[in-house]
């Protein structure tokens, strides 16, 4: 029998800690879209096309790092993965043509990756009891959501204070800071059962297993509209929102434009999601992991429908937010529990990387399409009704999962 861990594990706070930077870095990116363009005269679909192109490489990068941390220590991937993301940010910095900086997102994408979800939630699921695992998880995503609440703030007031090149230099620091933490992250190996089995007959098991399928594909519209809301959001409210009442509440709290709103919007996504992780981690204990995911797509689905068919004003755009992130990140937990549940703990940071690259593909699609259709068409009414109906598909196919086959200890 499993012995019983405390819930607030030091492998736990430092998983944290590292995913809190990774992120509020991440979800930053969105904010320099405009500065950016209006230094240069770019397009919007190149400013999109190099956020794509780091949400397509961490995908990408997520099984490689994954595999790594499995073969090498998650230790060595998470310094690795630092010190790539610290070296693509400075780069960033120093681009003056959209062709440079959407090279240099390959190195951010694989440094988020290996200080991302992919490695940390296995550490952390290895270290976590039975019944403390799916609350570990839903905790370290909603670190997650902790960085989105505090990282476009922070970018948008350091704008105000020096140049966006400067910015990226401060956020690689940032990042190479967490490596101070590591020496503590020291997390047990896998069952005994589950090490007995190579990483080539665990891949072999899942791509065999159409549930595996079938969360691959659900994965790829939480991609989507997670990555086109981080990318163009902020962008979105400031050129289609109706202007802040003077003297209303959100100028009385300092929210006086509706830039200042855009940036504002993503921290109340991060700040709500903190709420819908942990609920969905306490409710991934005690209820079908396969139908709770099925029900956040179905209402993510709704809420951007309404979201799109209403008039669109500053009360709107908050409430938008604080709805959609009660939805965000919930899907982690649920989907890396479920990994965990049929696969095993052994490989679960590869077997989440492979189906987190649809996740990142999703992404791709949706930050790209967001400056193209842009740049075509004036706005971005098409990109969002096509994430209603990839949503609509991922609430479908997570329904014929079978959540019992061959449960792995867990």
């Known amino acids: 029998m499993e012995r019983s861990t405390p819930l607030f594990t030091p492998v736990l706070i430092v998983g944290c800690v590292i995913i809190l930077v990774s992120f509020a870095i991440r979800a930053s990116f969105g904010v320099f879209q ?27 990068g997520q099984p490689l790092f994954g595999a790594m941390a499995e073969k090498l220590g998650d230790r060595k991937a998470v310094v690795l993965g630092a010190i790539v993301y610290a070296g693509g940010l400075v780069l960033t910095s120093q681009a003056v043509t959209p062709e440079a900086m959407q090279a240099y997102e390959v190195l951010v994408g694989f440094g988020i990756a290996g200080t991302g979800f992919g490695v940390i939630l296995a550490v952390v699921g290895r270290a976590s009891s039975a019944e403390n695992r799916s609350m570990s998880l839903a905790i370290v995503t909603a670190a997650g959501s902790a960085g989105q609440i505090f990282g476009p703030p922070i970018a948008e007031y350091l704008l105000g204070v020096m140049p966006w090149q400067q910015v990226f230099i401060v956020f690689a620091a940032a990042i190479l800071l967490t490596l101070l933490t590591l020496p503590v992250m020291r997390a047990p190996v896998a069952p005994k059962a589950e090490l007995q089995e190579s990483m080539s007959e665990i891949l072999l098991k899942a791509a065999k297993d159409p549930s595996f ?89 709704v809420v951007a429908a309404a979201f799109i068919l209403l008039p669109m004003t500053p009360a709107s755009v908050l409430i938008f937010s604080a709805v959609m992130g009660a939805l965000w990140l919930a899907t982690v937990p649920l989907t890396s529990g479920l990994i965990a549940h049929l696969y095993g703990l052994r490989y679960m940071g590869t077997l989440y990387g492979i189906v987190f690259l649809s996740h990142q593909i999703g992404g791709f699609m949706g930050v790209w399409l967001g400056g193209r259709f842009y740049d075509a068409y004036g706005d971005y009414t098409m990109v969002w009704w096509i994430g209603v109906g990839v949503g609509a598909f991922s609430a479908l196919v997570h329904l014929p999962i079978r959540e019992k086959l061959s449960p792995q200890p867990a």
């Open 213 to 301: 399928t079938l969360i691959f594909l659900g994965f790829f519209s939480c991609g989507y509209q997670l990555a086109f809301i981080t990318a163009h959001f902020p962008a979105f409210i400031t050129e289609t929102c109706g202007p802040i009442a003077a003297g209303g509440i959100l100028a009385a709290i300092g929210i006086t434009s509706t830039s200042a709103l855009g940036a504002v919007s993503i921290a109340v996504i991060g700040l709500f999601n903190i709420i819908g992780t942990l609920m969905a981690g306490w409710l991934g204990n005690r209820f079908t992991k396969k139908y709770l995911l099925a029900g956040i797509y179905a209402a993510r689905t």
């Open 34 to 60: 405009i500065p950016v363009a209006q230094e240069f005269g770019w397009l919007r679909a190149e400013f999109s096309l190099a956020i794509a192109i780091q949400n397509l490489a961490w995908g990408i």
